[in-house]
């Protein structure tokens, strides 16, 4: 088994129907380009009923049909914020606890001790968080918050940190696969090859995910030189 191998994003989640939502991080193969990116799935017409929306250079979950949302609860929040050279980017509110936590000192691991995965069981879907740090070099800390056992007995804490390195980027996602209870992310971010086209690495995503229960997906690429954003956004729901 080669630990060390980057794998193509598509073909590693292609064929597995529900992975949940996923951050992946990394650089662009030509050192350029920070390079951020968040998907969302959903079984149910709850999860299903959203859509991704930018508002002042921050992404958001909103639903489609407003007239349809039974709980928003763990549905609807802030996925993405910048805090000066930092990019936030998480699958639930710590978005926000985050974001508040470093702007008055904390450490990324400091803010996130104050949450724990979410209370939807029996799946007790984790939390999965990101915060890029935009300089030369590039820098950036992923997080997953789980549950002990079963019976959300206690809260394990893992925090992964990188330095950038061109063409790698690392991938981390809720679940393992579709399931009953869904069964949990396990070890580390997985590496994954990032090109420099933010057009070839989108498509990449969204051909790979499940047809049925992809939803919303959202890619960022910084340039690390001056700073430019460019970015897509694909929602399944028009």
């Known amino acids: 088994m080669d630990i060390y191998k980057k794998h193509d994003i598509e073909q590693l989640i292609t064929g597995n129907p529900y992975v949940g939502r996923g951050i992946v991080a990394g650089q662009s193969e030509n050192g350029r380009y920070a390079v951020a990116a968040y998907f969302i799935m959903g079984r149910s017409s709850n999860s299903r009923n959203r859509v991704f929306t930018k508002k002042n250079g921050e992404i958001f979950?909103?639903?489609?049909?407003?007239?349809?949302?039974?709980?928003?609860?763990?549905?609807?929040?802030?996925?993405?914020?910048?805090?000066?050279?930092?990019?936030?980017?998480?699958?639930?509110?710590?978005?926000?606890?985050?974001?508040?936590?470093?702007?008055?000192?904390?450490?990324?691991?400091?803010?996130?001790?104050?949450?724990?995965?979410?209370?939807?069981?029996?799946?007790?879907?984790?939390?999965?968080?990101?915060?890029?740090?935009?300089?030369?070099?590039?820098?950036?800390?992923?997080?997953?918050?789980?549950?002990?056992?079963?019976?959300?007995?206690?809260?394990?804490?893992?925090?992964?940190?990188?330095?950038?390195?061109?063409?790698?980027?690392?991938?981390?996602?809720?679940?393992?696969?579709?399931?009953?209870?869904?069964?949990?992310?396990?070890?580390?971010?997985?590496?994954?090859?990032?090109?420099?086209s933010i057009d070839e690495f989108t498509d990449k995503l969204w051909r790979g995910l499940d047809e049925n229960n992809k939803i919303s997906l959202y890619v960022r690429y910084t340039d690390l030189c001056t700073g430019e954003e460019t970015d897509r956004l694909v929602n399944k729901n028009k």
Do not use: W
């Open 61 to 196: 979950t909103e639903p489609f049909e407003v007239s349809k949302v039974e709980d928003p609860s763990l549905i609807i929040y802030a996925a993405l914020r910048k805090l000066g050279n930092k990019l936030i980017f998480t699958n639930g509110d710590q978005t926000d606890t985050i974001y508040d936590g470093v702007k008055c000192g904390a450490t990324f691991a400091g803010a996130l001790a104050t949450r724990e995965f979410e209370p939807d069981k029996p799946n007790f879907t984790p939390r999965i968080s990101c915060m890029m740090t935009l300089d030369k070099p590039l820098t950036y800390e992923m997080s997953i918050l789980k549950s002990e056992d079963e019976n959300g007995c206690d809260c394990c804490r893992f925090t992964f940190s990188y330095k950038g390195q061109p063409g790698l980027g690392h991938f981390i996602h809720t679940y393992v696969t579709d399931g009953n209870p869904i069964p949990t992310f396990q070890g580390e971010p997985e590496r994954v090859m990032i090109p420099d």
